[in-house]
């Protein structure tokens, strides 16, 4: 018994990129950033971090500034190498 599995048919999804949100920001757009990585609202998220905080007793502080700290921001992430730096005249 033999299982043909045909691999050239099988599709791959790209990882979705976590960004910090540079728009939509509060304090340093982790939220908004996870949130949208996520598919959900970002007061949600804000909410959860603000209870979070107080349960876990501060906790979340030093993961906070973390995630600020290792999460690349938005706008660096749209620049590539093949982009023309615009120069001032």
């Known amino acids: ?3 043909n599995v045909n691999f050239s048919q099988t599709t791959a999804t790209a990882a979705k990129p976590l960004f910090r949100s540079s728009t ?3 304090l340093g757009g982790v939220c908004a950033g996870w949130a949208t ?3 959900i609202d970002p007061t949600a998220v804000r909410v ?5 905080t107080f ?3 501060g906790m979340t502080i ?5 995630a600020w700290i290792l999460t690349p921001a ?3 992430a749209d620049v590539t190498l ?3 730096i615009p120069v001032p005249a």
């Open 55 to 57: 349960v876990l007793m």
């Open 1 to 3: 018994m033999t299982n």
């Open 37 to 39: 990585y996520f598919g």
């Open 24 to 26: 939509d920001r509060k």
């Open 74 to 76: 938005e706008a660096a």
């Open 62 to 66: 030093p993961i906070y500034a973390a």
């Open 48 to 52: 959860l971090m603000a209870i979070a």
């Open 82 to 84: 093949d982009q023309e």
